[in-house]
């Protein structure tokens, strides 16, 4: 594989994914799922046997840690589709001596070694999952056209993955790429999990005058858009809940889902980034006050789970 054209190695930007290649029949041979284990993998594998699909799901306990030197062989024997879930996602303390290295070996050398073994193992289709992250953390309604713009090791890796992964495909095996905008659900954490706890403790917020709107998708949904990924129309998807919400709505949302009264103070925008800033918490007030948007079109695909009944279930379990 060519560095030269990775993104983030000096190289040219991916192309914009193709639309309407030829659909290749996947077969009734399992589907393997990388990273059965993780946030999402636990809602995917359900998912795809409700469906009648029969699941290999393959974490760490059959092949590690992920890296370009895996043996993926034992577990592609007579697979007929890959849905490649494991990555490695954002650190929230950071340890590793060279973090875009760290992410590059396993999201970007870890798919693609999956993905030359999977065609060499007469896999049918590849199912990658990406992230919205690839064309950065703000925007309104982007859509697979839309210029990748990453802005962090983790996003950078995700970008480079995607285009090796179309280097990969060909008359052998196709590609279906999703990328999810903010994924939430039982078992969520990070700044989501952070966010249901103050709202759970009445603590009043400083959020009221923020006017944004933020794309969001139940991980149950997801699980459901991957299914679809299975025989839909290869290409690239931004699947989503089909709902904005702005961080005061959903700040609400999540406070009715609750039984309990949204505290919501008005505070310019200007004076929370400042507040980021002297707190070292910039990235994360970015988060509140940016848009980030998902035209959410899958051909065809609708989210089975309302985003009102995702955040009821979502704090039910917290």
């Known amino acids: 594989m060519d560095d030269a054209r990775l993104i983030g190695g000096g190289g040219e930007r991916a192309p914009a994914p193709g639309h309407g290649g030829a659909r290749l029949p996947v077969g009734t041979g399992p589907v393997l799922v990388s990273g059965a284990g993780g946030f999402v993998g636990r809602a995917v594998v359900p998912a795809l046997q409700a469906a009648g699909y029969e699941v290999r799901p393959v974490g760490r306990r059959e092949v590690g840690d992920i890296h370009r030197g895996v043996d993926w062989r034992p577990h592609l024997e007579g697979a007929t589709a890959v849905v490649h879930l494991a990555a490695r996602v954002h650190v929230m303390r950071e340890?590793?001596?060279?973090?875009?290295?760290?992410?590059?070996?396993?999201?970007?050398?870890?798919?693609?070694?999956?993905?030359?073994?999977?065609?060499?193992?007469?896999?049918?289709r590849f199912v990658l999952m990406s992230s919205i992250k690839v064309l950065g953390d703000r925007g309104w309604k982007l859509d697979p056209y839309t210029e990748p713009m990453p802005e962090d090791p983790y996003a950078v890796s995700k970008i480079e993955a995607e285009l090796a992964l179309r280097d990969l495909k060909g008359p052998e095996m196709d590609l279906v790429v999703l990328r999810p905008p903010l994924v939430y659900g039982p078992g969520v954490k990070g700044n989501f999990a952070r966010l249901i706890r103050l709202v759970a403790r009445g603590w009043p917020l400083p959020l009221a005058s923020i006017e944004n709107?933020?794309?969001?998708?139940?991980?149950?949904?997801?699980?459901?858009?991957?299914?679809?990924?299975l025989a839909c129309r290869p290409d690239t998807y931004h699947p989503s809940d089909g709902e904005d919400l702005s961080t005061p709505e959903l700040i609400r949302r999540l406070a009715a889902a609750m039984g309990r009264p949204a505290r919501l103070l008005p505070t310019p925008v200007f004076a929370l980034k400042a507040a980021g800033l002297l707190t070292r918490r910039y990235p994360e007030v970015e988060r509140l006050v940016n848009s980030l948007t998902v035209d959410g079109a899958m051909d065809g695909w609708r989210p089975p789970v309302a985003l009102d009944e995702g955040l009821r279930r979502t704090v039910a379990s917290s």
């Open 95 to 124: 340890t590793a001596p060279d973090p875009a290295a760290a992410f590059r070996e396993v999201n970007l050398f870890g798919a693609a070694n999956l993905a030359t073994q999977a065609r060499e193992a007469g896999v049918r």
């Open 213 to 229: 709107e933020r794309s969001l998708i139940y991980v149950e949904n997801l699980a459901d858009a991957v299914r679809h990924a």
